[in-house]
């Protein structure tokens, strides 16, 4: 109850933010909200890549977190950010400038096949940038963090992406390259909490291990 209630939670809440996001993108007309939904098929399948790297790493690292072996529970998440990063970038490489050829495969409206590559130019970013979060977030799962994976993941979706998709939204020249900018963002700003959490973890074992070390010497 105490691991999986907070990945429900977490779940949960962030498919109540998807639909507040579509929700900010309907105020902008039928193309743009069309386009949006072309877009967010493709974004799925993006995601799939660095999701399953989530739960392999999760899975290696509980193995070895119940083994006491840290320090390749930490390699298992440095590894799946290498490969996690070396996918993203050729998707991102391939859906900002060929961003029509899966978005035709869905419609082929060209308004809605054009505001979906719109869409992707913001978003492209985010498939090299969740690499990182998301090995983080295994890592962090595997070791029963997961309070605080569920709240930085909150915190990404409820104070940086659906505020900066909203702020967007209402600017003059509004266009969904820039409302896409907001997922991008809001990994930035995970990959900065994790990192801080990550670096007083380590601080953390550090300290116990000296402990340790030291009333071994005094038994």
Do not use: H, W
Request: hydrophobic share 45%.
């Amino acid at each position: 109850m105490r691991i999986g209630f907070p990945i429900a939670l977490q779940d949960f809440l962030c498919n109540i933010s998807f639909l507040i996001l579509c929700a900010i993108i309907n105020n902008l007309g039928l193309e743009a909200s069309s386009g949006y939904g072309v877009a967010q098929k493709i974004t799925a399948f993006i995601m799939l890549v660095p999701s399953a790297l989530m739960q392999s790493t999760s899975t290696f690292v509980a193995q070895n977190a119940g083994a006491g072996n840290q320090k390749r529970a930490r390699l298992t998440m440095r590894y799946g950010m290498m490969m996690g990063v070396g996918v993203g970038v050729f998707v991102f490489l391939f859906i900002v400038f060929k961003g029509e050829l899966p978005s035709s495969i869905f419609t082929d409206n060209p308004a809605y096949i054009a505001k979906s590559v719109e869409y992707l130019r913001g978003f492209g970013l985010e498939s090299v940038l969740t690499s990182f979060v998301f090995c983080y977030m295994g890592y962090f799962n595997g070791n029963g963090k997961t309070v605080f994976v569920m709240a930085q993941s909150l915190a990404q979706t409820f104070v940086v992406r659906i505020p900066v998709s909203y702020f967007m939204s209402i600017q003059e020249n509004v266009t969904l390259t820039k409302i896409g900018f907001a997922a991008p963002a809001a990994s930035v700003f995970g990959i900065f909490l994790c990192t801080i959490y990550y670096v007083y973890l380590r601080k953390k074992e550090s300290v116990n291990l000296s402990g340790d070390s030291y009333n071994k010497k005094n038994q």
